[in-house]
């Protein structure tokens, strides 16, 4: 990718319960270089301690300098057929390469995506969104948007105030998206926002003259290689791909899978700033091992350095960089560390001072949202990405 002169700044931010439980499901434990079968057993307990009551399928990878010491892959790609538990027909087991669906791990390719651009001086953090979107909300910053202090609203169901689907429709719904107002004064308070985040995709969009989906190919997923992750896989990939909700409004039957699981993307077309995007363990530790890196070859270093330093979002439970969220505790306990969560029960943490970086992907939301332990299956992987490194 050429680069340009652009410079980035470091201004401040202004129930599924009643299921059945019927047994466990096939386990498979993966071992990478240097530590042997004794971390993937462990690492494949843990994950077998959670499946199928936490979630139907889980892969976790553990890195330790680049290199995997611990990996796990435990339980089936579809449990369940509908919203009552019953068990499907056919119950694939999960996979190293199974493919999972990564909910808000997509607003870190995003953020990559607007931070190249801004590498070569096609946006800048501190210029105002209607530079790039005339409909935008005014007074909104890239910065804003990255740090979720737009003072836009947490969501806006546009597929529910717009109905129909196709090109059009979708085209509508993202217009109605993009002049949300801010319900608060931009860079003020911490708001987490899927809307400032789908306006952040949009703003790439203007910027780099393409769709995001092609954006992310071109600029993150072709240069590291990641061929298994973007927005919309490919129908030869179904088998591979982990079920997600049971959403009766959408083609059946059973439950959705090899489409995005959030309403707001689906609405969109599947492809948005804030989710969208599917992929493997592998691919996202590949992901985030270039960030832990220095950035090669999709970033720069000092625009890694400013993307994971807290920029201080007032009021926030975590410190908030650009896109990625500093020493979150849902995400576990290692201290100095960025990533970020997704709805559908999945995490990537880089702790740069460890040199260690862990992926957790699972379906938590097969059958149904809300099946509790989740944030406990996230603490008990970093308990152990901890004791490895």
Not at 232 to 259: H, M, S
Not at 260 to 268: I, N, P
Request: glycine share 16%.
């Amino acid at each position: 990718m050429v680069r340009g002169a652009g410079v980035i700044g470091a201004g401040g931010a202004g129930g599924a319960g009643g299921l059945r439980r019927t047994g466990r499901s096939e386990t498979t434990g993966m071992t990478g270089r240097g530590e042997g079968g004794a971390g993937a057993g462990r690492l494949a307990g843990v994950l077998a301690a959670a499946v199928p009551d936490v979630c139907s399928a889980a892969v976790a990878l553990i890195a330790v300098g680049g290199t995997t010491v611990a990996a796990g892959a435990v339980g089936e790609l579809v449990r369940y057929a509908g919203p009552s538990g019953a068990l499907a027909a056919r119950r694939p087991p999960v996979r190293p390469d199974s493919i999972f669906d990564l909910a808000s791990l997509t607003k870190l390719f995003t953020t990559v995506v607007v931070l190249s651009l801004a590498e070569e001086g096609r946006l800048g953090l501190d210029e105002p969104v209607t530079t790039w979107l005339p409909a935008g909300p005014a007074e909104v910053t890239p910065r804003h948007l990255l740090t979720h202090t737009a003072g836009l609203p947490a969501s806006r169901r546009a597929h529910e105030e717009i109905p129909g689907d196709g090109q059009e429709v979708h085209a509508a719904r993202m217009a109605r998206v993009v002049s949300t107002p801010p319900s608060r004064p931009p860079g003020g308070a911490h708001l987490y926002s899927d809307v400032g985040m789908i306006v952040m995709g949009r703003v790439a969009e203007a910027a780099g003259g393409a769709p995001l989906d092609e954006l992310l190919r071109a600029r993150v997923t072709g240069p590291l290689g990641l061929r298994d992750t973007g927005y919309r896989p490919a129908r030869p990939l179904l088998p591979r791909i982990a079920a997600t909700e049971y959403r009766p409004e959408r083609p059946g039957p059973g439950c959705v899978r090899g489409e995005v699981h959030d309403e707001t993307a689906h609405g969109l077309g599947g492809v948005a700033g804030h989710a969208g995007v599917f992929s493997t363990a592998g691919d996202v530790l590949r992901f985030a091992e270039a960030l832990r890196r220095g950035g090669a070859p999709i970033l720069r270093p000092e625009t890694v350095a400013e993307m994971t330093r807290d920029q201080g979002a007032e009021g926030a439970a975590f410190g908030q960089g650009l896109g990625v969220r500093v020493d979150d505790p849902a995400l576990g306990p290692p201290a100095g560390g960025y990533g970020h969560s997704g709805f559908t029960g999945t995490s990537v943490v880089v702790v740069p001072g460890r040199r260690l970086t862990f992926v957790l992907l699972t379906n938590n939301v097969h059958p149904l949202r809300g099946r509790p332990g989740i944030r406990d299956l996230r603490h008990a992987v970093a308990d152990e990405a901890l004791r490895l490194s």
